[in-house]
């Protein structure tokens, strides 16, 4: 089945430790985005990747990092300066560059120790 | 720069009755405008869209949504919820492009957590 897959379902992180956040999809999907959600604040953009090796900043990119080497792929890591990590995290990809329609993971819930 | 603006955070209500959950745009140009739902624990899915034409659009679960460019609104609707509706809709839009298709990214609002009960 073509989809999104997000791993791990769950991820904790200790203080001062940088995590990375896994996202394949097998859809051929030329952009990719990872998404922030916190409860009552909506979804908000991390970061975003259009072709392969190459990406950009969206609304809260301070604290983390990603790569798109592949374009099936484009890993999140929630690096220590991201002070308030505790968040449900989504990743999309879309066919074209535009996002019209956004096909999305199941989520990945990272908490603090 | 487009903003959207969902304007009940919760909307209970029981089986079978009408709902309307709300949602109003800004932007200085033309937009698409999207409703997204997730379910509980789960990533979202899209439940409908409009893009051009008519400005009344449907899902096939029983939801539809108008365009009021007036307004500037994109109100979710359906006349008969049933429990498995219970779900957070989230409203999205971007800007459209003048050759077609989008451009930009989707803005999203916060989300409104729709409750039906027994």
């Known amino acids: 089945d073509g989809g999104i897959t997000q791993s791990p379902k769950y991820l904790f992180r200790k203080e001062g430790q940088n995590v990375t956040l896994s996202c394949e999809q097998n859809?051929?999907?030329?952009?990719m985005y990872w998404y922030r959600q916190d409860p009552g604040q909506g979804l908000r953009l991390i970061y975003y990747?259009?072709?392969?090796?190459?990406?950009q900043k969206g609304d809260i990119a301070e604290g983390y990092s990603v790569s798109r080497e592949k374009k099936e792929s484009f890993p999140l890591t929630v690096t220590s300066a991201q002070k308030n990590p505790t968040a449900f995290y989504l990743c999309?990809?879309?066919?074209?560059?535009?996002?019209?329609?956004?096909?999305f993971g199941s989520g990945t819930q990272l908490s603090v120790l | 720069a487009q903003s959207v603006t969902q304007l009940d955070s919760q909307v209970p209500v029981f089986e079978e009755a009408p709902v309307e959950l709300r949602c109003n745009y800004s932007s200085s140009v033309s937009v698409y405008l999207f409703w997204y739902v997730q379910y509980p624990n789960q990533g979202l899915q899209l439940l409908l869209k409009?893009?051009?034409?008519?400005?009344l659009v449907e899902s096939i679960n029983g939801f539809e949504a108008e365009f009021n460019k007036s307004q500037t609104s994109f109100h979710l609707r359906k006349p008969s919820v049933h429990i498995s509706d219970t779900a957070e809709y989230f409203c999205?839009?971007?800007?459209?492009?003048?050759?077609?298709?989008?451009?930009?990214?989707?803005?999203f609002g916060k989300g409104t957590k729709l409750s039906v009960k027994p």
């Open positions: 999309a990809s879309s066919m074209g560059q535009g996002g019209e329609k956004l096909f």
């Open positions: 409009y893009l051009s034409g008519s400005t």
């Open positions: 990747s259009q072709i392969v090796n190459d990406f």
């Open positions: 859809l051929n999907h030329d952009a």
């Open positions: 999205a839009v971007s800007a459209a492009h003048r050759y077609g298709g989008s451009q930009g990214n989707l803005i």
